[in-house]
């Protein structure tokens, strides 16, 4: 894919302006990793190319998730004016339901303004439409919930996706990664290069990298047969597999298998698998709106009752305490 091939980058504007719509309890690294780059590569190349702007639902301040607060410096009606608007999410992206702001954005769309999410930023650019026939991938936490809510859309588990004029990140530093690849399909990779080492990155990540460290670096596992079988259980939360067919997996028997798991988690293997799919159950009651039943089944338990108990011994509450009422559509 070209530079043209980007509504983003055709304009007849001397420099991008992009913009940033905060949503309450937004990721503020998330939003400083997608922004500072802008302002090292005007630096560095000596050049105004790139100019940002700030918005926010309402046109009030607008808190981060550590409290740090921004004040908007452009509209969300005059957002047409920009060349790309990236909608910066994170805390709950599913409860947030403001009918205005998802009518607007589905306005813009309709112009020649490229949108985009950050973090959980493409929950909100769903909930509003625009992410259909689109790739796309927002945080890791989200993800499942996301599925949930939008089974038909194309969710990828990459680091960032750039689609024609969809433009969404995983968040974190990801997007870091991300603005090399916009800067370098605008200004040429040497200013990439440029901007990146400026903020020490001394790798560059593929968009397509996972978007998540793989369960056995993460949990500090570096048996490959366990590291497979954490993957495995990881992917089967919904139809857990057996400790005969985790064995199998790794070529081990289950009494192997149980030794591996007690050396390097301190837990058998069907406990590290309930406590992986309690943890899923968990994000999906706070950020969906499926019955515990549904929540019950989704994450492989036998009946609601049966996850309540298991559920309120791992967690000191009953699911139902998760639920958050959920932020109702404004007019």
Same mark, same amino acid.
């Given at each position: 894919m070209t530079a043209s091939d980007i509504p983003l980058l055709v304009h007849d504007s001397p420099a991008t302006t992009i913009g940033y719509l905060l949503i309450p309890n937004f990721s503020l690294l998330s939003y400083a990793s997608a922004s500072e780059p802008l302002r090292a590569a005007n630096t560095l190349s000596g050049q105004p190319l790139y100019r940002w702007r700030h918005l926010s639902p309402d046109g009030a301040a607008v808190a981060a !998730?550590?409290?740090?607060? +921004?004040?908007p410096d452009l509209r969300l009606e005059d957002a047409a004016t920009l060349n790309l608007l990236f909608v910066v999410a994170g805390g709950n992206p599913a409860a947030f339901r403001d009918r205005a702001t998802l009518t607007r954005l589905r306005r813009l769309s309709q112009s020649k303004l490229a949108i985009g999410g950050i973090s959980g930023g493409a929950y909100i650019l769903a909930r509003a439409g625009l992410l259909r026939g689109y790739r796309?991938?927002?945080?890791?936490?989200?993800?499942? !919930?996301?599925?949930?809510?939008? &089974?038909?859309?194309? =969710?990828?588990?990459?680091?960032?996706? +750039?689609?024609r004029d969809r433009v969404t990140c995983s968040g974190g530093t990801a997007p870091l990664d991300l /603005? #090399?690849?916009?800067?370098?399909?605008? #200004?040429?990779?040497? =200013?990439?290069?440029?901007? !990146?080492?400026?903020?020490?990155?001394?790798? +560059?990540?593929? !968009?397509t990298g996972p978007d998540r460290m793989a *369960?056995? *670096? @993460? =949990?500090?596992?570096?048996? &490959?047969a366990l590291?497979?079988?954490?993957?495995?259980?990881?992917?089967q939360t919904d139809? &857990?597999?057996? *400790?005969?067919? /985790?064995?199998?997996?790794?070529?081990?028997?289950? @009494?192997? /298998?149980?030794?591996l798991f007690r050396t390097h988690l301190g837990v058998a293997p069907r406990t590290h698998d309930r406590h992986v799919r309690l943890d899923r159950a968990r994000l999906l009651l706070r950020q969906t709106s499926l019955s515990v039943l549904e929540v019950a089944v989704a994450c492989g338990f036998t009946s609601a009752s049966h996850f309540s108990r298991i559920?309120?011994?791992?967690?000191?509450h009953p699911p139902m305490r998760e639920r958050k009422p959920v932020t109702p559509d404004i007019a």
């Open positions: !998730s550590n409290g740090v607060t +921004i004040t796309c991938t927002l945080h890791w936490e989200h993800a499942e !919930s996301f599925r949930e809510d939008f &089974p038909d859309l194309d =969710l990828r588990r990459s680091r960032y996706e +750039i689609d /603005l #090399h690849e916009l800067i370098a399909r605008q #200004h040429g990779a040497a =200013l990439a290069r440029r901007v !990146s080492d400026w903020f020490l990155q001394t790798e +560059i990540r593929a !968009s *369960p056995g *670096p @993460r =949990l500090g596992v570096g048996n &490959p590291q497979k079988v954490l993957a495995a259980i990881e992917a139809a &857990p597999l057996s *400790p005969r067919e /985790l064995a199998a997996l790794a070529g081990l028997s289950v @009494r192997q /298998l149980e030794r559920y309120r011994a791992a967690f000191g």
